[in-house]
């Protein structure tokens, strides 16, 4: 009796034993396949990207990949329609040249929906918040948020008399002078339009057409919109906060509105399902999308989704970004119909 | 022993045929020439009629004809196609009728002045012109406007170029030196004996002028209104800049916003709307050649030696001069000044006289030193070089084939020059996108296929350059070079290249002017990698960068300057 309690016993440390080496076994394995993993990325000797993320940021981090690794980035940066016409019609023609896809999200669910990507989880998305990470593993999580606010100029508006909120965009003193890309062609404002659900309810419709009656000064998409800020055409516009950052480090003379909850627009990186160096695109992704890659895109000015990390803008710890609702591409020609009704009216 | 291949008797053995060079490089220029011609007006077919996205292959059917006529959009982008082409048409032959009516006919002070007028769109990019004008005229930021509202105390800006009148006007302006060309051309020619007797039975000017000289100078309009309708039609410089913010949907806008500006693009409608575009263009270039054909049929042109008699205005020859002044400051001063000033003002203003002391040359700078600049004025100045090379090249041997022999299937040629002569640039693009996304070559996405389009678009442009000087090459020194044993490569090389020079120079630098900037095929083909002048001068603009787009807008019209003198020195070596 007493003996095989001793073997049980013995049995039973036999056991915890192997599941401690197991879990040491199973600990180091992503370590091990890592190595074997950037062995074969490293044979293939290079990745290349599509994006619409800036040049410059991405410049920042293939930069330090490429000496981590001596694995080469070529990067095609275009708009992100540009963006998703290319890949798509690269992976319909059966050549696609591509390796990775780094761009909104609303392009990239798109394509997702065309079966352009393959199948990838990082290990690096378990830093991620549970919400960001793509339940089908064929996106990366949602690594950085493009946060939609308005911008204003301060050398023609007073910090006083700066818009405190969206509505306040309706007070008859802006009447024409603040700019907003054209929702019924820009699709993120176009989304950012139908988002505003989220702060006015129901009511979202009738506000959108209130903020049209003001005639805001219509433009091609969030660049032209920060330029004619900066140049005082505007005096303030509707666009992405990181300018502040990007424009402001230049010297230009922008800040934004602490607005108490801003909509944003998330980014993912997908790989090809049929990428020519699939190894080296999941070394990029899993580098990309590491604390060393978000840092170094926060300092670029983005609103990174790594926890503690933030862009170099005063407050920007504050920033709550509310993720959009995106719209499928039917529900977008719907609604840009509309707006184009509300905002183009002649 | 073969010496003279041309005349070889047609039942020369098929053999021979093959190992001859002569016979060989007529194949092999007929080969380019229909692939560059029919393959992208086949794909642009093949895209149309079938539902299969860009770069798969599927099944044909007729949706997209169904889908772009059962909607009533269509309706009025056809209407607004034809009144604008009209619009704009008729404006361009109502300033090119008193400007080349000025120049040839009357004593009006300067009036070779005007005559410049006839090279200004090979020196000024129309989406430059349709730039600065909307700089002028926008109601928001337009200077016209702006001094207008200073000057009249007004609230709203009196003039919106964002409207179809608007659009008339200016790509009117841009095709007004195309009519003046052709009806100062037949004005010149015109038999001043008609006019004469006219005189001699008592009638008067004005009669003289409705009675004789308009009927007799009716092809030559019909002819300059009936290609600038067509150019006009297809013309996507101007909407891009005023018809899209307009929201004026013409056919070139519309296979735009299919084809690039769409969520996701649909290139199926976008040819659709190609070929719609192309067929028009094609009858109404049919047209054109009709009327051109009855000019010279007209018994206008006799190769008397003197010039029609000149008009003496009187005091009102300086109205005269004071009209065509005004339409040259329109056409040229204003544009190019407009540039000039938002190339050296720190931000886009109307000036006062404090502007002086603000003055800057940080945009020259920027665009010495920008990457995508600097990229950009490279990938155009290796398009234009490699393009105007390859296309002379391709000009010589096709004209040489057309004029100088009389080998059977050269009227066939010709035919397939005139094909990319009508083929408006944007359905040009869609077609090269559905014909070499599928070849396994580095051509889709690179910068090679802008070079494809280039050479096939503008070969007509060569071949009419070097089709002047070749006629005048007498055969004997082809037949004094073979005498002599030289083959038929040798001849081309030692004989008639060296007497084609002057029109393959000028030739080739008209064309090396046009690819510099070219602006329509390049925003379909472009990518990021391959972005030339032309787009890149398109969203500078879209961007707000006024400063540096006045900056590289000044820098590539002063290249052209220099190009086109020195073209102008060869072809009058030529002429």
């Known amino acids: 009796m007493h003996k095989s309690r001793t073997a049980r016993g013995a049995w039973g440390s036999l056991f915890l034993l192997g599941i401690l ?46 000496k981590k690794y001596g694995i080469n ?115 993120t404002t176009g989304v950012w339009v139908r988002n505003l659900e989220e702060f006015y309810g129901k009511d979202w419709l009738t506000f959108a057409k209130k903020l049209a009656d003001t005639k805001p000064i219509l433009v091609e998409s969030f660049i032209p919109a920060a330029q004619k800020v900066l140049s005082g055409e505007a005096l303030a516009g509707v666009t992405y906060v990181k300018y502040v950052y990007i424009f402001g480090k230049e010297g230009a003379p922008l800040d934004y509105v602490r607005l108490p909850k801003m909509l944003a627009d998330g980014h993912n990186v997908g790989i090809g399902a049929m990428a020519p160096h699939m190894n080296a695109a999941k070394l990029f992704e899993d580098f990309f999308i590491s604390k060393e890659g978000m840092e170094n895109l926060a300092k670029q000015g983005e609103f990174v989704t790594t926890k503690g990390l933030y862009p170099p803008i005063k407050d920007a710890e504050k920033i709550k970004p509310v993720a959009m609702e995106e719209l499928s591409d039917a529900d977008y020609k719907k609604w840009s119909a509309e707006f184009q009704k509300l905002f183009v009216s002649k | 022993m073969k010496t003279d291949s041309a005349e070889l008797p047609r039942a020369a053995s098929i053999v021979s045929c093959w190992r001859d060079p002569f016979a060989l490089t007529v194949a092999g220029v007929a080969v380019v020439l229909a692939f560059l011609s029919l393959y992208p007006t086949a794909m642009l077919f093949y895209g149309s009629f079938t539902t299969a996205h860009l770069g798969e292959t599927g099944k044909l059917s007729l949706a997209n004809y169904v889908r772009a006529y059962t909607d009533p959009a269509t309706f009025t982008l056809l209407f607004d196609s034809f009144v604008f082409a009209l619009g704009a048409s008729v404006f361009s032959l109502l ?97 001043p004996s008609l006019e004469e007797s006219a005189r001699m039975l008592g009638s008067s000017q004005f009669q003289i002028m409705r009675r004789v000289t308009f009927p007799l100078m009716r092809p030559a309009i019909l002819a300059g209104g009936t290609l600038n309708f067509v150019r006009a039609l297809e013309s996507f410089d101007t909407p891009a800049i005023i018809a899209l913010p307009a929201r004026i949907e013409v056919f070139t806008t519309k296979i735009y916003r299919e084809a690039l500006a769409a969520y996701p693009p649909d290139y199926n409608l976008a040819a659709t709307y190609g070929v719609s575009l192309l067929a028009v263009a094609l009858v109404f270039v049919a047209l054109y050649r009709r009327f051109t054909s009855r000019v010279e049929a007209f018994a206008t042109v006799t190769g008397k030696g003197f010039r029609p008699h000149t008009i003496d205005l009187g005091p009102w020859k300086f109205v005269a001069s004071g009209g065509a002044l005004a339409i040259l400051i ?41 990457q995508r600049v600097y990229k950009a004025i490279g990938n155009s100045l290796l398009l234009a070089v490699c393009g105007a090379t390859v296309a002379m090249f391709l000009a010589a041997l096709t004209s040489y084939i057309t004029v100088k022999t009389k080998i059977f299937g050269r009227g066939l040629l010709e035919g397939l020059t005139f094909l990319p002569w009508a083929f408006p640039s944007t359905a040009l693009a869609i077609g090269l996108l559905w014909g070499y996304v599928k070849i396994p070559l580095p051509i889709y996405a690179t910068i090679w296929i802008l070079l494809i389009a280039y050479v096939t678009r503008f070969l007509p442009y060569g071949l009419r350059s070097v089709s002047s000087t070749i006629v005048q090459i007498h055969r004997d020194l082809e037949d004094a070079s073979k005498a002599c044993g030289g083959g038929f490569w040798t001849t081309l090389r030692r004989i008639l290249f060296p007497l084609m020079r002057p029109g393959l120079i000028a030739g080739w630098i008209i064309l090396a002017t046009i690819f510099m900037r070219e602006f329509s095929l390049s925003l379909f083909l472009y990518t990021p990698s391959s972005e030339p002048v032309g787009p890149l001068l398109y969203f500078l603009w879209l961007d707000g960068l006024t400063g540096p787009l006045g900056a590289l807008g000044i820098l590539v019209s002063v290249v052209s300057v220099v190009l086109v003198i020195v073209a102008r020195r060869y072809s009058r070596i030529s002429g």
Do not use: C
């Open chain 1, 21 to 66: 080496l197991a879990a040491v076994v199973l600990a180091w394995s992503p370590q091990v396949g890592a190595q074997s993993l950037v062995d074969a990325a490293k044979k293939e000797g290079k990745v290349v990207i599509y994006g619409s993320l800036e040049s410059e940021s991405m410049d920042a981090i293939a930069k330090i990949f490429t």
């Open chain 1, 73 to 187: 980035v070529e990067y095609w940066r275009a708009a992100s329609n540009k963006v998703l016409d290319r890949v798509l019609t690269e992976a319909r023609s059966g050549r696609p040249l591509y390796d990775v896809v780094v761009t909104n999200r609303g392009p990239m669910l798109f394509l997702k929906k065309e079966n352009v990507f393959g199948k990838y989880v990082s290990p690096e998305s378990a830093n991620f918040p549970e919400d960001v990470r793509d339940p089908d593993g064929l996106l990366s999580p949602i690594y950085r948020m493009g946060v939609v606010g308005i911008l204003y100029n301060t050398k023609l508006v007073k910090p006083g008399e700066a818009p405190k909120s969206l509505d306040d965009l309706l007070n008859p003193k802006w009447r024409g002078k603040w700019v907003i890309p054209d929702p019924s062609r820009h699709f």
């Open chain 2, 95 to 191: 300033l090119a009728l008193f400007l080349a009516w000025v120049t040839v006919r009357t004593n009006a002070p300067f009036r070779r002045i005007f005559e410049l007028t006839a090279i200004v769109p090979n020196i000024f990019p129309p989406i430059l012109i349709a730039i600065s004008w909307t700089l002028l005229l926008s109601p928001s930021v337009g200077m016209i406007n702006a001094i207008l509202k200073s000057i009249f105390h007004l609230t709203e800006s009196p003039l919106n170029i964002y409207s179809l009148p608007g659009l008339m006007f200016v790509e009117g302006l841009i095709l007004a030196p195309l009519a003046f060309l052709i009806i100062s051309a037949a004005l010149m020619g015109m038999d």
């Open chain 2, 330 to 370: 329109m056409m040229v001063v204003l544009p190019v000044a407009m540039l000039f000033l938002i190339s050296i003002l720190p931000y886009y203003h109307v000036p006062t006289l404090e502007t002086i002391k603000l003055a800057t040359l940080k945009h020259y700078a920027y665009i010495f030193h920008n």
